[in-house]
């Protein structure tokens, strides 16, 4: 198998660990991102088009400090930035994992 292929059972055991996760996880809207959410995500990337990090075309408001359930911080616009979805999930994410 070349060098980085997963083989079956690791893909296997990935998509049943998420399903795991993603059981318990509580709904989009229960974590806040519900309409109001949106309208307000819609409003961010009209006035920052650009990814904060390599200023493609964003398409994600991040919460620069994860908010983890504090609405207060999920609220704070200063804590946004726009970000394009590769930035997010690369830099962002990890980032956060080493955080967490």
């Known amino acids: ?29 229960q974590r806040g991102y519900g309409g109001e959410w949106r309208a307000a995500r819609a409003d ?22 994860p908010h983890r359930g504090d609405k207060a911080l999920f609220w704070d616009r200063s804590n946004w930035q726009s970000l394009c979805t590769p930035c997010h999930n690369r830099h962002k994410q990890r980032v956060e994992r080493a955080t967490s």
């Open 1 to 29: 198998m070349p060098h980085g292929t997963r083989c079956a059972c690791q893909i296997a055991s990935t998509r049943a660990r998420n399903a795991r996760h993603d059981a318990k996880r509580p709904t989009a809207t």
């Open 44 to 65: 961010h990337l009209a006035r920052h088009p650009c990814c904060t990090l390599c200023s493609a075309p964003a398409t994600v408001v991040d919460h620069i400090i």
